[in-house]
């Protein structure tokens, strides 16, 4: 007979998947359209376009560790009411910029509002449910994500048709909402509050918490291989987020393309891509759950190698349909891999003590791969072509297979 769950981790279950739903919606509402804002309304350029990704991820690389120990020594709980507060002021003041550089402020306080529930939401997560039930509750919670993320996109492309500007204002007013909600609803039912020497004070026990998080990734050698894998992903991953949207605009003319608007066909390939993605994952579900640590590295490494193929075939494509079609496959693909990297990163983390530190030191290492390799990639673009950046992007996603095929070789874990 299958024991009852005990009630507190009913409730927080209930809260993470609408704070996953939440989060999903105003995530697709500020960036569906977002694109042909930055283009059409204030004229950015293609490096102008990733350097608001740079400020963005140079903010959170300056503030992701600080940020993260700030959950681990005092909240987690109200690390993640602090960054929906925050990130949904920077929203409204990118909606209302008019000028590049104002866009590139906003999306620097964006990424400090970002850093507050990067490590702190999963660190929660994994302490009020357990790390065993994690891997069923990442994959059902990406389920509900994608949902409300097609709802997130139809609302984008309504509110767009009226101005390019108010998906963004909305998105953030939601976002201060959910912090209010997360004030009203969220608990720590099994998080303590780490004791300190009065002597040492705040910033003492801070830095005594930092390294113990640095002790625990020294410690386990499969985060130190997480962290390599995060570098690269990161160097990847800005160049294509900044660029794919451009790509289809200056490079393919993506305007008119079988009578549609720009506006709306970005809301066709934001609910393609997530309609797509549900159905994919929901055969996969239970499966996916079940994988051991080394069954996760071996599904990271797979899909990690069908990103490759997919995002060059997105760059090289010669038309619209083409180029939509690989742009589909890569989308899916990174959102299977997502939940399976949580799963891998939170599972190799031994002691809760440092789990947000931890996490936000992975956090830390992706941002540097962002903010190093993206500037690049928009400057070759800018130079060269689009097409030019985002192909050789994805020479960075062959150290990601190299590393992963190492963690496979050592079942999971890295010796």
Do not use: C, K
Not at 55 to 80: K, N, Q
């Amino acid at each position: 007979m299958t024991q009852a769950l005990p009630a507190y981790q009913t409730r927080s279950r209930r809260v993470w998947y609408v704070y996953t739903a939440a989060w999903s919606f105003v995530g697709a509402l500020s960036w569906t359209t977002a694109a042909v804002f930055f283009v059409r309304d204030v004229g950015m350029s293609p490096l102008q376009l990733v350097l608001t990704g740079t400020a963005l991820e140079v903010a959170y690389f300056v503030s992701e560790i600080p940020t993260g120990v700030v959950a681990d020594l005092y909240s987690r709980r109200l690390s993640l009411v602090v960054s929906a507060a925050v990130t949904g002021v920077a929203m409204v003041l990118t909606g209302l910029a008019h000028a590049p550089w104002l866009v590139v402020a906003a999306a620097a306080l964006w990424g400090f509002g970002w850093t507050f529930r990067t490590g702190a939401e999963d660190a929660w997560l994994a302490d009020e449910v357990g790390l065993d039930a994690l891997p069923g509750i990442y994959q059902r919670s990406a389920q509900v994500g994608r949902v409300a993320g097609l709802a997130g996109i139809a609302a984008a492309v309504g509110l767009a048709a009226v101005s390019l500007r108010l998906p963004l204002l909305v998105s953030g007013a939601l976002a201060v909402a959910l912090a209010g909600y997360l004030v009203a609803r969220m608990r720590e039912h099994t998080f303590v509050r780490p004791e300190r020497e009065p002597a040492t004070g705040a910033f003492g026990a801070a830095m005594a918490t930092a390294a113990g998080g640095w002790r625990a990734v020294q410690a386990a050698p499969v985060l130190g291989m997480v962290l390599l894998v995060a570098v690269f992903l990161g160097a990847w991953s800005e160049g294509f987020d900044r660029l794919w949207e451009a790509h289809l605009l200056l490079d393919l003319q993506l305007s008119g393309t079988l009578g549609m608007s720009e506006v709306t066909w970005f809301g066709v390939l934001g609910a393609g891509t997530l309609t797509l993605s549900f159905l994919v994952a929901a055969p996969m579900l239970r499966r996916v759950s079940a994988f051991s640590l080394a069954g996760t590295a071996r599904w990271l490494l797979v899909l990690y190698l069908a990103l490759g193929v997919t995002a060059l075939g997105f760059a090289l494509a010669g038309s619209v349909l083409l180029a939509v079609a690989a742009y589909w496959g890569a989308a899916v693909v990174r959102g299977l891999a997502e939940p399976a990297f949580h799963t891998w990163a939170n599972s190799s983390i031994a002691d809760s003590r440092y789990r947000a530190t931890v996490l936000s030191i992975m956090g830390v290492a992706g941002s540097f791969g962002e903010w190093t390799g993206g500037p690049v990639l928009g400057a070759a673009g800018t130079r060269w072509t689009v097409r030019v950046a985002l192909a050789a992007g994805t020479s960075l996603l062959a150290p990601v297979v190299l590393l992963l095929a190492r963690a496979v070789r050592h079942h999971g874990r890295v010796a």
